[in-house]
């Protein structure tokens, strides 16, 4: 195969440098070079005649030229640097601009950054027009890339714990009063409001952020930003005029320019979505006098615009620069993992039949976050954590010690396992289909459970069970003497409940 590719790029390189179709093969040659060893075929291939091809970069076809400029970067080698760079600073079609910049990437272009910054700001001058928008904001973007990949983003420190803000908590949507509850003991100053995907509320302070662990993400809104039109420039000049910069000012150490990203959630398909972000973040650079940089990496906070039943979109920002670290114990995760907010909602609703000091089961327990999340809600007593994946268990292990708790995890199968006392509480995360299994293996797992949980549990032992089988649980619970006392509804589009059961007296 390795000779097969490298015969094929030979020949495809000879027909370019007899001329022959030169465009087409130019890009024939670029994709042949992306698989397996292609790379160091066409290098070898070239070697010697690197003449030939920079001479494609002085070609009448302006297509030629571009695609000669991106076969040196693929290629990569240094000596093509200046060739390219001459290219670009004479080249007159736009649309090829970029192409160079891209090809420019993949060398070490540290000592010419001055020349790209200055010509950077020449394109920040330069009033746009329908026919040159496109190729100008790309080759801007291509710069802005190539600057900040050498001199790295400098990062602004979040410093607004004690200022007040309008927040959005996003929540679980049967669940908003939990979080909103929650919020107002940590925070009585607090006015809030439940809406359909949370809690809205002007707080004083941000010193309880780390003590809520039912709120699934924390979003701010901007004075004089409620919402916008479904148009990049009108949004643009909208979110530049807006409190934007002082909001960054006033949580933020330092100056601008602030770094961004914008994310849009709507009906559109995928290239039209992906057109408009495009658009909108290029108006948005272009308006704040670059104070503020959209970059795919590093960013430091979102513009997420919401498109809502109007037509327009609500505007909201996501914080980078604010860490969430209530869960920065879970290093570790598996395919089945339990999302660690939902495992901290679980214990939040079951937490009224939770006993402090209690002896605590998961017999499913995967990496651990259950029992994890459990014990922060109310201290347990010994707890144990089974799974008869071992990776899972190595993984519990190290999320566990991050956590600064002592669980005794066992590899080993539930429906194996026998100790020496009973326990006061199983708490899991119920296997599922998934992969190879089949709803009626799940069925026959939900059975065995059953049976061998009530080996375990002493007689006033209560169970807590998530679940995405609520069929099995409320057949299967009753035949083995098990009640059910309370049913949550996580997700209906999932089909997760919450189940909290007794052992029937």
Not at 57 to 63: Q, V
Not at 276 to 282: A, E
Not at 467 to 478: C, D, F, L, R, Y
């Amino acid at each position: 195969m390795a000779y097969k590719r490298r015969t094929m790029i030979k020949e495809t390189w000879n027909e370019i440098v007899q001329n022959q179709d030169v465009r087409q093969n130019l890009s024939k040659l670029r994709q042949e070079m992306k698989a397996g060893r292609g790379r160091e075929a066409a290098c070898s291939c070239i070697s010697g005649e690197e003449e030939k091809l920079i001479l494609l970069l002085e070609s009448e076809d302006a297509k030629i030229r571009k695609n000669a400029a991106l076969l040196m970067g693929d290629l990569g080698n240094q000596e093509y640097l200046e060739p390219v760079l001459k290219a670009y600073r004479s080249e007159e079609q736009l649309f090829v601009k970029s192409s160079y910049l891209n090809a420019v990437k993949n060398f070490d272009y540290g000592e010419h950054l001055a020349f790209f910054k200055k010509r950077l700001d020449e394109l920040a001058q330069i009033k746009l027009t329908p026919e040159t928008e496109k190729h100008i904001t790309e080759e801007i973007r291509e710069l802005s890339s190539m600057i900040i990949s050498r001199e790295g983003v400098l990062l602004h420190p979040f410093c607004g714990w004690e200022e007040t803000f309008d927040i959005v908590l996003l929540t679980n949507r049967n669940f908003q009063e939990i979080t909103r509850e929650e919020l107002r003991k940590l925070e009585p100053h607090a006015k809030t409001k439940v809406f359909g995907a949370g809690v809205m509320a002007r707080v004083e302070n941000l010193n309880w952020l780390e003590e809520i662990r039912t709120y699934q993400e924390l979003l701010f809104a901007v004075k004089g930003l409620p919402s916008c039109p479904m148009d990049a420039e009108k949004a643009a000049e909208m979110i530049v005029k807006s409190d934007l910069f002082k909001f960054l000012a006033r949580s933020h150490e330092g100056n601008p320019p602030y770094y961004f990203r914008v994310e849009l959630k709507c009906k559109m398909d995928h290239s039209k979505k992906s057109a408009f972000t495009r658009r909108l973040s290029s108006k948005i650079e272009k308006l704040s006098g670059r104070k503020l940089i959209n970059t795919t990496s590093n960013y430091e906070f979102e513009i997420r615009l919401i498109e809502n039943k109007e037509g327009s979109c609500n505007v909201l920002i996501k914080l980078f620069t604010l860490k969430d670290e209530r869960f920065s114990y879970r290093k570790e995760v598996i395919p089945t993992s339990i999302k660690a907010v939902n495992a901290a909602l679980t214990v939040k609703l079951a937490q009224p039949y939770m006993k402090e000091g209690a002896q605590v089961l998961d017999p499913f327990c995967g990496v651990g976050t259950m029992l994890i999340e459990r014990h922060k809600a109310v201290k347990a007593g010994t707890m144990y954590g089974l799974d008869i994946l071992e990776e899972a268990i190595e993984k519990a292990r190290e999320n566990t010690a991050a956590a600064g708790h002592i669980i005794h995890y066992i590899n080993r199968d539930f429906f194996d396992f026998k100790h020496e006392y009973l326990f006061d509480e199983i708490i899991t995360n119920m296997p599922f289909k998934i992969g190879r299994k089949t709803e009626e293996e799940i069925e026959n797992l939900y059975e065995a459970f059953f049976s061998s949980a009530k080996k375990v549990l002493k007689d006033d032992g209560i169970m807590i069970l998530y679940s995405h089988n609520a069929g099995h649980v409320k057949k299967m619970a009753p035949a083995n003497g098990f009640t059910v006392s309370e049913t949550f509804e996580i997700s209906l589009k999932e089909g997760t409940y919450v189940f909290v059961l007794n052992r029937r007296q």
